[in-house]
């Protein structure tokens, strides 16, 4: 985040402030997984005084943060296809301070959708294989008698992963088509007039946007899809699988495809930054000005004082003279 807010990248306002808020998604999903509901749940023990909230407080945090970031996702590819597509509404839509607006809008909305989430996940008793019980964060038992939150559970698919994914794919899809397709014509309208093939800089710059795009999509597509299908397999299977038996196959490939969306967090990042080669070349700059800091003062701290002497002139002399002899 310090590097893509302060370094010197050659990118526009807007692009800066989708990569900030899509690097601020992904530590806060880090950190909300790691720190909060898998440290602080399973060994700080935090159900003893805190039982309900610290269940449902922890999955609210955890959408809002899954919300943020595949939304987050959609805006930025959203906004660069109306830029390569749309010149007009780039004018008008494509701004600095409509991306900021938009950034909290999307904070703001999956925050709120989040909601129902509190209310949905509750500590469940259940044992081990060697009969010790235990509580684990998992939906509520009877959660087809509350209507509102039934219903919410089954568009929840929708809003978390279909939607953003047909988004996703569309938008990418059109903007890397019209890419294309425009490179094509200014390759030919230039052979045309030179009569020979030079190298152009917008077409590479062009060819850069095709891959960063591409990326995005099969980084996407890679983590979200294996959830999609699951959660299909368990709304149409029949009898229904049981949520609470954490050792069934189905519940434990559910949750190897949470192990995969929270490692997303991490792969979205380098593939969003280490592709761009002033990112890089700052990053590998500070790396290498931490370490240079860190190496002279750890020669400072060890001074060698003047009147040390690992060598006096005595021993010097003693084996100068039996090295003589040999």
């Not at 990118?11 to 509901?37: C, D, E, G, Q």
């Not at 397999?233 to 050792?247: A, H, K």
């Not at 196959?249 to 490692?263: A, E, S």
């Amino acid at each position: 985040m310090a590097v893509l807010w302060k370094g010197n990248l050659d990118m526009s306002k807007s692009i800066i402030y989708y990569l900030v808020a899509l690097a601020v998604a992904n530590l806060l999903l880090i950190l909300v997984v790691t720190v909060f509901r898998d440290i602080f749940y399973f060994y700080v023990d935090l159900t003893l005084w805190w039982p309900e909230p610290s269940c449902g407080v922890s999955n609210w945090i955890y959408f809002t943060c899954v919300y943020s970031l595949t939304w987050l996702t959609v805006a930025f590819s959203v906004d660069r296809y109306i830029i390569v597509c749309f010149m007009k509404l780039k004018l008008r839509f494509c701004k600095p301070s409509v991306t900021r607006w938009v950034i909290i809008g999307v904070y703001i909305s999956a925050f709120l959708v989040a909601m129902p989430t509190f209310w949905m996940y509750v500590p469940v008793r259940t044992t081990k294989p060697d009969g010790t019980p235990f509580h684990i964060c998992s939906l509520h038992r009877n959660l087809s008698s509350i209507p509102f939150l039934s219903v919410y559970d089954h568009i929840q698919t929708t809003v978390w992963i279909v939607f953003p994914l047909v988004s996703l794919v569309l938008t990418n899809g059109l903007t890397v088509w019209h890419i294309h397709v425009t490179t094509r014509i200014r390759h030919g309208l230039k052979q045309s007039s030179t009569g020979k093939q030079t190298e152009d800089p917008e077409v590479a710059r062009r060819k850069k946007s095709v891959t960063l795009l591409a990326m995005i999509s099969i980084s996407f597509l890679a983590h979200w899809l294996p959830k999609m299908v699951v959660k299909v397999l368990e709304r149409f299977t029949y009898p229904p699988v049981n949520r609470y038996d954490f050792y069934h196959p189905v519940n434990v490939v559910r949750m190897l495809c949470n192990m995969l969306i929270v490692f997303s967090s991490f792969s979205n990042v380098c593939i969003y930054s280490l592709t761009i080669t002033k990112f890089r070349e700052e990053l590998f700059r500070g790396a290498k000005s931490v370490l240079d800091f860190l190496s002279h003062n750890s020669l400072l701290s060890f001074p060698l004082s003047k009147t040390t002497e690992i060598f006096t002139i005595q021993d010097i002399t003693q084996l100068t003279h039996v090295m003589g002899k040999k």
